[in-house]
């Protein structure tokens, strides 16, 4: 059974810095691609970041380049999002979720981790 647990969501004030950790478990963690995504309230989930399971090539949606880094360590099982310079407009629940590295579609998904960002 794969699970997936995000954490180090929090509140913050915009400029501030948070990273966000989701570690994942129950089958062969290096072999599949991450990414995060994102729900605003009252809006529908968005692509935010992906990485590479084999080059650690990265994606970013553009409202994050330059602001957010996805990595990961596969020796823990963790893919982070280290996101910087963090704006209201950043306020959402952060899920990572895995996908096939030859495929668009995510297979599982973590539950969320809630971060909100006041002006």
């Known amino acids: 059974q794969v699970r997936l647990d995000e954490s180090g969501g929090g509140s913050v004030q915009a400029g501030d810095s948070l990273r966000l950790s989701c570690v994942a478990g129950?089958?062969?963690?290096?072999?599949?691609?991450m990414g995060w995504f994102r729900q605003p309230p009252g809006k529908d989930r968005e692509f935010v970041a992906r990485?590479?399971?084999?080059?650690?090539?990265?994606y970013y949606t553009d409202s994050v380049k330059d602001r957010f880094i996805i990595s990961r360590e596969n020796g823990k099982n963790t893919v982070y999002l280290q996101m910087n310079n963090l704006k209201p407009e950043d306020t959402a629940i952060y899920y990572c979720?895995?996908?096939?590295?030859?495929?668009?579609?995510?297979?599982?998904w973590g539950q969320g981790t809630q971060v909100t960002v006041s002006s």
């Open positions: 129950g089958h062969t963690f290096s072999t599949y691609d």
């Open positions: 979720a895995e996908a096939n590295p030859w495929s668009p579609d995510y297979n599982y």
């Open positions: 990485i590479a399971w084999d080059t650690g090539n990265t």
